[in-house]
C-alpha cells in the first residue's frame, strides 16, 4: 500500500487551519443536560440507561465539527457512569462503554447519548460521580464536567456511616419535623386484604415504599431505601447507630442517632422483641431458594408472602410492632424489610427476564369481575388507597391520597395499578422506569 | 458490563498465537484478581439456584430419615430455613402432626412448613397445637410463631377469624405466662374487646392481674383501634410501680388531655430518669409549641440528670424545625447556651450542635466557647468547625478532578 505523502499545498492548508482553530480551541466550553433538562435536582441515575444531551456551548466560537470525549473517570468510593450511543430509546438499549467520542456541531445544536450506572460502582455521597468531557482524545484538556449521583438501593448493613446518617436524618425528619410518616402507618392498617394474601402481595408494596423513598428524597435527594437482607447477620443494622438494639422490648439508640426520639401518635419509641440476636439472621427461607422459584409468578409470590416475609416480622419483631400486621409500620425496620422483600422479587425477574405484563410476570391477568373479593389483585386494577375508592370489597377509607406524580419520572401514574410497577427498570417501556435499582441487581 | 470468561476465551481464539498467550494470562489475572469481575451471570445464579435446591432436598431427605437420631436430623435443617418442594412441604406437616416423632422434630418440622396460611386445614391444626394445654411448650412456641407469621402474610385467614380468636381468648389465662402474653399480643393485635377489658382490669386492678401491669400496659397501646388513653390517664395518678409508669406515659404521646399531666412528670426535678425522658418523648409527640416550653426548663435545671438534659436539647431541635411552632427563640438560645457551661461532654457538644444549627448569634461567641472547652478532642472539633463556617465552600468551584 502506497503511504500518504501530504503535498507542500495540503501542509499549508493544514496549518492554516490550526493557527485559525486555536484561539477558539481556547475558549471551548460544552453543556450538559441530564434527564433532557437543567435542573441539576433531577441528575439521579440508577443502572437503567438515562438519556442526556451535549452540546458547545453556544458562547463558543468554533467552526466545523467539535470531536470530544465524554468519560467517568473512576474515584475510591465515588459512583461511575457508562455510556452508550442514544439509538432510538429501545427500552433495552444500554451504556457500556467507559468513553464514548462524539462529533458535536459548531451551530450548538443538541447531540443525544445515554448513561448508566456502572454496576457495583454506586456513589456514596451526592453528586460525587462525574461526567469529563475532553477535546479530542482522552489525554486532552477538560472541556466540561457535570456532576451526578449513581443513587441505588444498598444492603443496609454495608452503608457507610455517612449514607446510614443521611437516610435516618431524612427519616426523622419527614416523620418527627414534617409529620408525613403517621398516614403509612394508617394505610397498612387498613391495606390488610388489598396488600397481602394474594398477588398484589408485590406490586403494592413495591409502590407503597416507592413512595416513602421519594418523599425522602425530596428532603435529602442522595437518599436511597436500603434493605436489610435478612438471610444473612446484619450487625450493623442492628445496633445502636442505626434501627437501634432491643432491650427485651423497648429499642436503644445511641444519642447521636436520628430517630432516636422517634413517635407516632399514641405511640413512643420502638418496641421489638426480636428471636436473634445482632450477630445473628432469623430462620428465614434463604435467598437462592427464593430467587430459585420457578419461572412463574404464583410460585414466587405466595411463598414468598409467607416466608420469608412473614417470617422475617415475626422473629424480628416478635411480640412488638413489626410482628403483627396492624401495628407493622410504627417500627421503621418495616421499609427496609419490604426494600428487601421487593428486591428478592426484582431478582427474579432478572433471573427469569419476567419484567412484561404477561401471565409468567403476574397472574391474575385483566381486571377483577365485579365485586370480587380481590378486586385489586388483578393485574390491570387500581390499588387502593391511591385509587380514592372506598366501600366493600374495598376498605371504608382511604387516606393519603392519590400517588404523587414525581416531576422527573412518568410512572407510577397516580392510581397505579400492578401492571405499572412490573417494569420498574423501564426495560420494556422507557417510560416504566419508576426511578430505583437494587446495588446486586444488574440492568441486563 | 463484565464480561464472561466464555466470552474472552471466543475472542482469544481469532487472536495471534502471541497475543493468545498475553490475552490468555490477562484472564488467568483477571481470574485471581477477586472482584475484578465479580458480576454473576444469568447462567451462574441460575447454576447456584439449582445447587441450592440440591442442598434443601438433601436435608430434607436426612430430616425425615426416622432411622437417624434426632439430633442429626435437626442439625441437617440447621441451614434450611424453609422446604420448598410440595413433596417436603407435605412431608412436614405430616412430621408436625405425628405425635410419636420426638418434639423437637415436630417443631422443627412445623417451622419449615412453607404456606401455612394457604392450607386451612393446617391452619387449623396450628392454631389447636398452640391452645392445648397438654401439648409440650417447645412445639406450642412454634405454633405460636407461625400463626402470628401467618396473621401477618396471609390475613385472608380472617375468614377463620371468629373461630381462632375464640381459641385464643381461652388461652389467655392459659397456666403458661408465655403463651398468655402470646395470645394477648395477638388478639390486642386484631383490636379484640375481649382482651382490652381483660387487659384493662389487669391495669387497674394488680391483684385481678393475668399478667404484670406494665405488661398489660404494653400490650394495650399495641392496640391500634381501641382508646385505652382515658384509662392509661386514670392510672397515672397512681401508677403501682415504675415500669407501668414509664410504659402508660410512652402510650399517651399525641393524646391532648394528658399534656398537663406529661409536662409535670417531664419537668419534676424528683422524678426518675427514665420517667423523666418518657414524658419528654411523649410530650414532642403531643405538642411541639408546649414540650420547647418544658424542654427550655429542663435545660436550666442544673440538677437534672444529663441525659434527659441532652434528650430536651436534642427535642428542641426537632421541634424548633416542625412548622407552625411558637416559641421564644431568644431564650431557648440562652438556655441552651447555658448548658456550654456543663460538666457532660456530650451536654456541651448536644449544645454546641444546637446553637451551631439555630442562633444567628453563633458566630459572636463560638470562638469563646471553643477556647475555653476543657475537652481537647471536643476543643480540635469545635475549632475546626468554626474554620468551616467562615470558609464555605465556594460551589462554583469545580471540585478537583478524581484520577483514574
Known amino acids: ?444 | 458490563m463484565c464480561r464472561t470468561t466464555e466470552d474472552d476465551m471466543m475472542l482469544v481464539h481469532d487472536l495471534h498465537p502471541a497475543g493468545f498467550v498475553a490475552a490468555l494470562a490477562a484472564i488467568v489475572l483477571i481470574g485471581l484478581c477477586p472482584g475484578a469481575c465479580a458480576q454473576e451471570t444469568r447462567g451462574d445464579l441460575k447454576r447456584r439456584l439449582e445447587n441450592r435446591r440440591s442442598e434443601i432436598e438433601n436435608a430434607w431427605l436426612k430430616f425425615s430419615d426416622r432411622s437417624l437420631p434426632a439430633v442429626d436430623r435437626a442439625m441437617a435443617v440447621s441451614g434450611v430455613g424453609s422446604f420448598v418442594t410440595p413433596e417436603q412441604a407435605e412431608g412436614a406437616a405430616r412430621i408436625f402432626k405425628d405425635a410419636t416423632e420426638p418434639v423437637e422434630i415436630r417443631a422443627q418440622a412445623l417451622r419449615r412448613i412453607p404456606n401455612v396460611g394457604s392450607d386451612p386445614a393446617l391452619s387449623g391444626d396450628v392454631f389447636r397445637v398452640l391452645a392445648d394445654q397438654t401439648a409440650p411448650k417447645e412445639l406450642r412456641e412454634a405454633a405460636g410463631d407461625v400463626v402470628q407469621g401467618v396473621l401477618i402474610s396471609a390475613p385472608t385467614i380472617r375468614t377463620r377469624m371468629p373461630e381462632y380468636l375464640a381459641l385464643l381468648r381461652g388461652m389467655t389465662d392459659d397456666a403458661d405466662q408465655d403463651v398468655r402474653e402470646r395470645a394477648f399480643a395477638i388478639l390486642a393485635s386484631q383490636g379484640d374487646d375481649f382482651a382490652t377489658q381483660k387487659l384493662i382490669e389487669s391495669l387497674r386492678t394488680p391483684e385481678k392481674a393475668v399478667l404484670p401491669p406494665a405488661k398489660s400496659a404494653r400490650l394495650l397501646a399495641q392496640n391500634p383501634h381501641g382508646d385505652h388513653r382515658p384509662v392509661f390517664l386514670s392510672v397515672l395518678q397512681q401508677p403501682p410501680d415504675r415500669a407501668t409508669e414509664v410504659e402508660v406515659i410512652r402510650g399517651l404521646g399525641g393524646y391532648a388531655p394528658a399534656k398537663d399531666a406529661l409536662q409535670s412528670r417531664g419537668r419534676d426535678v424528683t422524678a426518675p430518669k427514665e420517667v423523666r425522658s418518657a414524658a419528654l418523648q411523649a410530650m414532642l409527640a403531643t405538642d411541639k409549641s408546649a414540650f420547647i416550653q418544658v424542654a427550655r426548663d429542663v435545660v436550666e435545671q442544673d440538677e437534672a440528670p444529663d441525659e434527659v438534659r441532652m434528650m430536651a436539647i436534642e427535642g428542641i431541635g426537632v421541634a424548633r424545625r416542625a412548622p407552625g411552632v411558637r416559641y421564644d427563640a431568644g431564650a431557648v438560645d440562652r438556655a441552651v447556651k447555658k448548658a456550654l457551661d456543663s460538666k457532660a461532654p456530650a451536654l456541651r457538644r448536644a449544645a454546641w450542635n444546637s446553637l451551631k444549627q439555630f442562633d444567628p448569634k453563633f458566630g459572636d461567641y463560638a470562638n469563646q466557647a471553643a477556647d475555653k472547652e476543657p475537652n481537647p478532642e471536643l476543643k480540635s472539633a469545635f475549632k475546626a468547625q468554626i474554620q468551616e463556617l467562615r470558609s464555605p465552600r465556594d460551589s462554583t468551584t469545580r471540585p478537583s478532578r478524581p484520577q483514574r
Not at chain 1, 503511504?3 to 490550526?18: E, I
Not at chain 1, 459548531?106 to 455521597?125: H, L
Not at chain 1, 441505588?152 to 419535623?177: G, I
Not at chain 1, 427485651?248 to 421489638?272: D, E, K, Y
Request: net charge negative; hydrophobic share 40%; aromatic share 12%.
Open chain 1, 1 to 444: 500500500m502506497r503511504s500518504f505523502r501530504p503535498t507542500f499545498l495540503a501542509w499549508c492548508a493544514l496549518l492554516t487551519g490550526l493557527v485559525a482553530t486555536l484561539p477558539a480551541q481556547a475558549q471551548l466550553s460544552v453543556e450538559i443536560l441530564v434527564n433532557g433538562t437543567e435542573d441539576p435536582t433531577d441528575d439521579y441515575v440508577t443502572w437503567a440507561p438515562t438519556r442526556c444531551q451535549i452540546r458547545v456551548h453556544s458562547s463558543t466560537n468554533v467552526t466545523g465539527d467539535v470531536n470530544v470525549v465524554l468519560d467517568s473517570p473512576t474515584a475510591d468510593q465515588a459512583g461511575e457512569v457508562l455510556f452508550g450511543e442514544a439509538l432510538p430509546f429501545p427500552a433495552r438499549s444500554v451504556a457500556t462503554e467507559e468513553m464514548l467520542p462524539m462529533s458535536l456541531p459548531a451551530s450548538s445544536d443538541w447531540r443525544e447519548f445515554v448513561i448508566a450506572g456502572k454496576f457495583e460502582r454506586p456513589s456514596t455521597a451526592d453528586k460525587d460521580a462525574v461526567i469529563v468531557v475532553r477535546a479530542n482524545d482522552p489525554g486532552a484538556a477538560v472541556i466540561g464536567e457535570h456532576r451526578l449521583m449513581v443513587r441505588v438501593r444498598k444492603n443496609a448493613n454495608r452503608l457507610t456511616p455517612a449514607e446510614r446518617d443521611r437516610f435516618l436524618t431524612a427519616l426523622a425528619t419527614h416523620n418527627m419535623v414534617e409529620g408525613r410518616y403517621a398516614p403509612y402507618q394508617d394505610i397498612h392498617a387498613l391495606a390488610s386484604s388489598q396488600a397481602h394474601g394474594y398477588t398484589a402481595f408485590l406490586p403494592w408494596h413495591r409502590a407503597f415504599i416507592l413512595r416513602l423513598e421519594r418523599e425522602l428524597q425530596a428532603i435529602d435527594p442522595s437518599v436511597a431505601l436500603p434493605y436489610w437482607r435478612f438471610d444473612e447477620p446484619a450487625p450493623n443494622v442492628f445496633n445502636l447507630d442505626f434501627m437501634g438494639v432491643s432491650s427485651g422490648w423497648w429499642v436503644q439508640f445511641s444519642s447521636a442517632n436520628p430517630i432516636r426520639l422517634w413517635s407516632l401518635p399514641g405511640f413512643v419509641g420502638i418496641n421489638r422483641a426480636p428471636t436473634f440476636l445482632p450477630s445473628q439472621n432469623p430462620l428465614v427461607v434463604d435467598e437462592d431458594a427464593i430467587v430459585g422459584a420457578p419461572a412463574s409468578y404464583w410460585y414466587l409470590c405466595n411463598p414468598l408472602e409467607s416466608n420469608p416475609h412473614g417470617r422475617a416480622h415475626v422473629e424480628a419483631g416478635g411480640g412488638g410492632s413489626l410482628g403483627f400486621l396492624d401495628t407493622a409500620v410504627r417500627d421503621p425496620l418495616f421499609f427496609l424489610l419490604h426494600a428487601n422483600v421487593d428486591r428478592l422479587w426484582a431478582k427474579w425477574q432478572w433471573v427469569n427476564d419476567l419484567f412484561d405484563n404477561g401471565p409468567y410476570a403476574y397472574w391474575p391477568q385483566g381486571s377483577a369481575p365485579s365485586s370480587d373479593p380481590w378486586t385489586g389483585h388483578y393485574l390491570g386494577d387500581t390499588m387502593w388507597p391511591w385509587n380514592g375508592v372506598t366501600g366493600p370489597p374495598r376498605p371504608v377509607s382511604a387516606p393519603g391520597g392519590a400517588f404523587p406524580v414525581s416531576t422527573r419520572y412518568q410512572a407510577p401514574p397516580s392510581t397505579p395499578r400492578p401492571a405499572s410497577v412490573i417494569d420498574y427498570r423501564g426495560r420494556v417501556r422507557a417510560e416504566s422506569d419508576l426511578g430505583y435499582c437494587y446495588d446486586d441487581v444488574p440492568h441486563n
